[in-house]
T-cell receptor, first 114, second 114 residues
Framework: AAGVIQSPRHLIKEKRETATLKCYPIPRHDTVYWYQQGPGQDPQFLISFYEKMQSDKGSIPDRFSAQQFSDYHSELNMSSLELGDSALYFC?????????????FGPGTRLTVT | AQKVTQAQTEISVVEKEDVTLDCVYETRDTTYYLFWYKQPPSGELVFLIRRNSFDEQNEISGRYSWNFQKSTSSFNFTITASQVVDSAVYFCALGAGGSEKLVFGKGTKLTVNP
């Protein structure tokens, strides 16, 4: 079965640079979530989109922005990167519109800021 | 606000022992969902189970079983006859509030020794 695809899997950036993370949800899933997991921490919700509209927002820094496109893929844009942004970034997708709330997670993008 | 507490930070057992991971949750929503995820050392989040707030039936899947008790706001996870491959960090998570973003516990690191 198709799973959530995230790219790139690993990314190394320097401070103050910009990064773009991509997420391709499971086909026909209508909802995308972004989570950030720092070293030794639990995943923290950043933002979600339902049918291409932002549906909820968590502790996402103003330096970050995200959107969901017409083909349902999503991108997380991160600017002015800081050392503290080094983390594992997960995208998850769900078929919320049909009442199925299982969130299937992608493999994650490991971002290292040096 | 939603909250998930996993009081056990780390557990170490010997192979074939049974082990129970505790999860206590807090929410004011009457409709909510509880999840368990496994995160092996490779980093991906593997979906194990979802439980709806209106379904208190316990569930067994092979060596895994889950005990959901609304009266004590607990959703405990038991692994029977543990194996080395069960070594991972296990997260309990709560989804509620419409968008169903997940709030995770801090995780329990399980080490199964041969």
């Amino acid at each position: 079965a198709a799973g959530v695809i995230q790219s790139p899997r690993h990314l190394i950036k320097e401070k103050r640079e910009t990064a773009t993370l991509k997420c391709y949800p499971i086909p026909r899933h209508d909802t995308v979530y972004w989570y950030q997991q720092g070293p030794g921490q639990d995943p923290q919700f950043l933002i979600s989109f339902y049918e291409k509209m932002q549906s909820d927002k968590g502790s996402i820094p103003d330096r970050f922005s995200a959107q969901q496109f017409s083909d349902y893929h999503s991108e997380l844009n991160m600017s002015s990167l800081e050392l503290g942004d080094s983390a594992l970034y997960f995208c998850a997708s769900s078929l919320l519109g049909q009442g199925r709330v299982e969130q299937y997670f992608g493999p994650g993008t490991r971002l290292t800021v040096t | 606000a939603q909250k998930v507490t996993q009081a056990q930070t780390e557990i170490s057992v010997v192979e074939k022992e049974d082990v129970t991971l505790d999860c206590v949750y807090e929410t004011r929503d009457t409709t909510y969902y509880l999840f368990w995820y496994k995160q092996p050392p490779s980093g991906e989040l593997v979906f194990l189970i979802r439980r709806n707030s209106f379904d208190e039936q316990n569930e067994i899947s092979g060596r895994y079983s889950w005990n959901f008790q609304k009266s004590t706001s607990s959703f405990n996870f038991t692994i029977t006859a543990s194996q080395v491959v069960d070594s991972a960090v296990y997260f309990c998570a709560l989804g509620a509030g419409g968008s169903e973003k997940l709030v995770f516990g801090k995780g329990t690191k399980l080490t199964v020794n041969p």
